[in-house]
Each structure stands twice: as C-alpha cells, then as structure tokens.
C-alpha cells in the first residue's frame, strides 16, 4: 500500500461519549462470529473492532473473513477497525501482519511495536492500543505526529490520572481522543506459552485448539479457592468483569471519547442496552448487570486494587 493511500472510514468527531465494542479475546467458531456480528449490527455501537488478537493458531478466520465482515458493518453505518496481534512470535505473525496493515479498506488498532512501525512506516492513521502502554503527553505527541487518530488508555490507569493527562494533552495541542476499556474481562498479560493448552497437558504447538471450549476463558483460582484471573490461551485476563456504566458521566466530563465494550459470548445485546442507556442519563439502581456469573470489578478505575468493587467496599 502506497503512503496516499487511507482508510475509507474517517475516525468520527463529536462531543458525545460513543461506544466501541472490542475485538472477541476468546477463541469462538466461525458460525458463532458470524452471527455475533449480525446482531452487532443492529446494536448502538459507534465502533466495532474485529479480528484476531490474541493468537496466530486461531484460524478458523481469514483476514479476508473478517474483511468480509467489515465491509457488512461498514455499510450498517458502523466504524470499523482491524487490530493487530498483542504478541507476534514468529516470521509467519509478521507477514500476517503486513497484510493486515495494507489491508485497504480499515484503520488499523496497533497492539504492539511491530505493527506501529509498519504503520508509520508508511504513513498511514492507526489506533494505539490499550498494549502500547501510553502514559504521558511527550509519548501521545510523538504518536500523535507519526498518523495516531485515537489512543486507548492503559487498563490500570486510575480516573484521577487519566484526567490530569488529558487535561495535560489538550493544553499541549495533543486533543486526539481517548477509549477507556469500559466493560469485560480486564486484559493483562500475554505470554510466549499457552496457559490452556498447558492445563490440558499439551504443547502449544499441538493444542488442539483447545481454548475453544471455553468462550468464556477458563477460571484460575487461589489457595483460598477465589477467582483471581481467566486464562485465555497465551492471555491472561482479570477473573472479575469490569463494570464502568456508573462512570459514563464522569469519563465524557472529564474529555473521554469512547468508552469499549469487550464481548461476552452471552448476553452482549442487554450489556451494550445498559451502556447506552447509561450514556444518556438514563441509569438504573447501583446494581451490577447480572448477566453472567462472574464478579464485577472498578478498582483500577478508583485508584485501588483491580479486582476491588466499590460498590460493595
């Protein structure tokens, strides 16, 4: 792909708190991502990032897949991104990864240096993901001069932090807009071995693709018999579901422009309602969404342990 050549979806601009829904972290079949992204169709989503971003032996889908996709989003009105892969371990993630960067058609989320290289490279816009691990205002200039349309702040970072940074931003003249990771399993960590397999006494390179029996990661709990994380494959997530509904007020005061959704592989539609609900001041009780078993989480959010809650401290 040439340098001229962009993206034919414009980052949208607007004062409103919008809402993405994330790329699918688990490992589902074709037939359950096809029909997941028909419903998200219809859903009032802004944003939907899709694609692979957790491990290259997922292969059930092509880039021309999710292009395909894409494409069907796209024309329901939907923004549609395409995200690199965390961790690229081989020569073969690479060429994948070329190929997804001169893809044509969608912005690219960089989810590693290998990706924003590529991307900068040739002078084209890109997303900086949550991954890159964007901290401060010199770090947000330089990407911000190098194509970056939107960033995604750290999981970890604290609501107090992050609005002393993009206050920080807009008085440099760095006023890209900023995603919050608002909904789902908090990712991590990714490592080079294969938690799952390993749970399953088989090596990473004969896996039998086994993290596909759990769309919703497999549970890793203490001594003490807690839930402390989930283990997706190669990826590490929080065990409790972060819940940041409560905070939508906050976050669009405070200069947030999106607010992500991560996908559940039941009960998404009633999670994407109540986030859009919430968005228009329209928010029930303090109670968590009760969709799924998992306990629900804030605390990065608050400046405290992540798995605290602090609507039952």
Same mark, same amino acid.
């Given at each position: 792909?040439?340098?001229?050549?962009l993206?034919?979806?414009?980052?949208?601009?607007?004062?409103?708190?919008?809402?993405?829904?994330?790329?699918?972290?688990?490992?589902?079949?074709?037939?359950?991502?096809?029909?997941?992204?028909?419903?998200?169709?219809?859903?009032?989503?802004?944003i939907?990032?899709?694609?692979?971003?957790?491990?290259?032996?997922?292969?059930?889908?092509?880039?021309?897949?999710?292009?395909?996709? %894409?494409?069907?989003?796209?024309?329901?009105?939907?923004?549609?991104?395409?995200?690199?892969?965390?961790?690229i371990?081989?020569?073969?993630d690479?060429?994948?990864?070329?190929?997804?960067?001169?893809n044509?058609?969608?912005?690219?989320e960089?989810?590693?240096?290998?990706?924003l290289?590529?991307l900068?490279?040739?002078?084209? #816009?890109?997303?900086?993901?949550?991954?890159?691990?964007?901290?401060?205002?010199?770090?947000?200039?330089?990407?911000?001069?190098?194509?970056?349309?939107?960033?995604?702040?750290?999981? /970890?970072?604290?609501?107090?932090?992050?609005?002393?940074?993009?206050?920080?931003?807009?008085?440099?003249?760095?006023?890209?807009p900023?995603?919050?990771?608002?909904?789902?399993?908090?990712? *991590?960590?990714?490592?080079?071995?294969?938690?799952?397999?390993?749970?399953?006494?088989?090596?990473?390179?004969?896996?039998?693709?086994?993290?596909?029996?759990?769309? /919703?990661?497999?549970?890793?709990?203490?001594?003490?018999?807690?839930?402390?994380?989930?283990?997706? %494959?190669?990826?590490?997530?929080?065990?409790?579901?972060?819940?940041?509904?409560?905070? *939508?007020?906050?976050?669009?005061?405070?200069?947030?422009?999106?607010?992500?959704?991560? #996908?559940?592989?039941?009960?998404?539609?009633?999670?994407?309602?109540?986030?859009?609900?919430?968005?228009?001041?329209?928010? #029930?009780?303090p109670?968590?969404?009760?969709?799924?078993?998992?306990?629900?989480?804030?605390?990065?959010?608050?400046?405290?342990?992540?798995?605290?809650?602090?609507?039952?401290?």
């Amino acid at each position: 792909m040439s340098s001229t050549t962009l993206p034919q979806q414009p980052i949208p601009t607007t004062d409103s708190l919008q809402l993405s829904l994330g790329p699918v972290l688990f490992y589902w079949t074709r037939e359950r991502y096809e029909s997941f992204y028909r419903e998200a169709a219809d859903w009032p989503v802004e944003i939907i990032t899709l694609g692979e971003t957790v491990c290259s032996r997922r292969r059930d889908m092509k880039l021309d897949d999710w292009l395909g996709i %894409g494409r069907e989003l796209a024309q329901a009105g939907k923004q549609v991104v395409l995200p690199s892969q965390t961790l690229i371990e081989s020569e073969a993630d690479l060429r994948d990864l070329r190929k997804l960067c001169d893809n044509g058609d969608f912005i690219v989320e960089a989810n590693d240096q290998s990706a924003l290289q590529r991307l900068t490279s040739a002078g084209l #816009p890109f997303i900086a993901g949550a991954a890159l691990n964007l901290y401060n205002t010199a770090t947000l200039g330089v990407m911000a001069r190098v194509g970056m349309q939107r960033w995604q702040a750290p999981v /970890e970072m604290a609501q107090q932090a992050l609005a002393q940074l993009i206050n920080d931003c807009h008085q440099e003249g760095v006023p890209h807009p900023c995603e919050v990771f608002a909904y789902g399993h908090l990712p *991590l960590a990714w490592s080079s071995r294969c938690f799952t397999a390993r749970r399953h006494q088989t090596p990473k390179d004969r896996c039998k693709f086994v993290c596909q029996k759990y769309p /919703e990661g497999l549970v890793l709990r203490s001594q003490e018999s807690r839930d402390v994380f989930t283990l997706n %494959g190669i990826q590490t997530l929080s065990s409790a579901c972060q819940d940041l509904r409560h905070e *939508l007020t906050a976050m669009a005061e405070m200069g947030v422009s999106v607010a992500r959704l991560s #996908p559940r592989a039941e009960g998404m539609a009633d999670v994407v309602n109540a986030f859009d609900q919430a968005r228009h001041g329209r928010l #029930p009780p303090p109670d968590p969404l009760t969709l799924v078993e998992a306990e629900f989480c804030d605390g990065y959010w608050h400046g405290r342990p992540g798995m605290d809650n602090s609507r039952t401290a």
